[in-house]
Structure formats: C-alpha cells, structure tokens
C-alpha cells in the first residue's frame, strides 16, 4: 500500500504496491495536521507541488491533467450549474476552472483540512488562482461527508468530489452513504462527478466506484485521462446524472467559454475520453 513519502538525495518518492512515483526536488514543508501529514514540494520537472500522507496530490505544471478533466465534462452538460458544490479540493484547481464558467452563481468548497487551503494559499497560489477572492466561491472548513449529509434534497446543480485515495480522512468519500447523499442533493437535470482512481493501480477500487455509482444515480460513466505524476500516470474520473447519461452531450455556448483557456479538456477530448474505456474494465461494467 502506499505509504510516506521518501526523501532520497533530491528525489521524493511515492511508493505504491512495490512501484515508486518520484520528482527530483527538494521539500520545502512538513507538517502534521489534525488529518493528515502535509508536504510542499519544489520540483525541478513540474514546479512546487503537494503530498498529503505521503500520495502526490497536485504540481503547479501538473494540474490541468486533473482539474479540467474533473471539471468541464459536468459544467458543460448539467442541465444548469449555478449553484456548484466542490468536496475536497483544498488547493483551489477544481474551484478556480469551475468559476471561469460565467454561469455559476454559487459555489460552496467544502474542505476538511484548512491547513491544506493554507499552505496551497501561501506555495501554490497559481493553482487556485483567482478562486479565493471570487465573490461567487465560499469556502467551508468542514466534513464534506456531514455536509452532503446535511444539505437540502435538490440544492446542487453540480455536485464534484476532489478527494485523495481512500485512505485516511477520504476514506468516506468512496462509500454508498456518501454518494447516495450527492445523488439525493442534486437537482434534476444536475451532473455528478469524482475523481475515480486509476484502472490500472487501483483497479479494484476504480471497478467498485463505477458499479455503484451506476446503481445510486442510474447513469455513470468512467473517462480515462493521464495525471503522470499519479501512481500509473493513468487516471479516472465517473460522472452520472439521473435523467439520462447527459454528460455525454456537450453545450456547445458553454464550451466556447472556456475552451481556449483550457491546456487539456476540449469537447473533442472529452468524447475520446469517455470512449478509452479499456476492454477488460468494459467486460466488468457491462458483463
């Protein structure tokens, strides 16, 4: 299993299932939080980047890969996206690609750790960009599982989950609980979405994500993209919707908003995306 981060001459490393993920760099914070252990990194290859447990979360010349895959497939299809809930995502990426859509109104970020907002604030300030003095973004240091449990039936138009692997504080993140709570928050016509592993580190996890996500909300769909620096490089990310798989489908005004902004999402990408599903996971989803 993954466990800290080692520090080997200028090299960090994460080790997972007998393989390591490294940068060349050095380390510039370490901290124990109340969740979790918390480390900043300066790299030669992606710039400053962030650990949380020993796992790479995020890097400053990395981000995009992750960010915009989550985002932009659910914020151009959900059938409206003014009120947008983010669970997770303490540095800020989901948040700041979220409000470069001129249509959300609202958006709630939801993050157990305030120390990670801290410190993505202080380090990684490119990343959450502008997000954090948007009138539009409030911020909540809370439990995200407590605040889907508590939410109002129907109050999210988008509902994206940003979590780390499930372990530690995330760990009720990849739970029936949990997700029958998103898909009970969410108005008709509204887009989920979470990071769902990679199919190839995590691949048991990633097959029993989809599965249930599919049985809560009817409708789920796995998209495959590449985080290189991520345990595989190979990475997921499952939408669902109640209506209909409607984040197949997208609108064309509001991809023409953030399109030319965006280094990796495009509608073109997204339709590949979806459709890289490999034969082995295929056979498991649809058996």
């Not at 690609?97 to 410190?119: F, Y």
């Not at 889907?148 to 988008?158: H, I, L």
Request: proline share 6%; with cysteine; glycine share 10%.
């Amino acid at each position: 299993m993954t466990t800290a981060p080692e520090t080997s001459g200028n090299w960090i490393d994460e080790h997972h299932n007998g393989v390591r993920y490294g940068l060349k760099g050095r380390v510039l914070v370490e901290e124990q939080s109340d969740f979790q252990r918390i480390t900043v990194i300066d790299s030669q290859r992606y710039g400053k980047g962030l650990l949380l447990d020993g796992c790479w979360m995020t890097a400053e010349h990395q981000e995009r890969h992750y960010h915009e895959s989550l985002v932009h497939p659910a914020l151009c299809t959900a059938a409206a996206i003014e009120r947008v809930l983010v669970i997770g995502g303490g540095d800020g990426g989901t948040a700041r690609e979220c409000l470069r859509h001129p249509g959300v109104k609202h958006l709630d970020l939801v993050e157990i750790d305030g120390r990670v907002v801290d410190l993505s604030q202080e380090h990684l300030p490119s990343i959450g960009g502008g997000c954090w003095n948007d009138p539009r973004f409030h911020l909540r240091v809370a439990d995200g599982i407590a605040w889907a449990a508590e939410a109002e039936d129907a109050s999210y138009d988008v509902v994206l989950v940003d979590g780390s692997d499930p372990t530690g504080p995330a760990e009720g993140l990849f739970n029936r609980a949990f997700f029958s709570n998103c898909c009970r928050i969410l108005k008709p016509g509204g887009v989920f979405a979470t990071q769902s592993e990679s199919p190839e580190a995590f691949r048991q996890v990633h097959i029993d994500m989809v599965k249930l996500i599919r049985e809560l909300f009817g409708h789920a769909d796995p998209l495959y993209g590449w985080v290189p620096m991520y345990p595989s490089g190979w990475w997921s990310w499952t939408f669902a919707a109640k209506d209909g798989p409607r984040y197949l489908t997208v609108q064309s005004e509001r991809a023409a908003a953030v399109a030319e902004g965006c280094a990796i999402w495009s509608p073109r990408w997204q339709q590949g995306a979806f459709n890289t599903i490999p034969a082995f996971i295929e056979r498991e989803l649809n058996p």
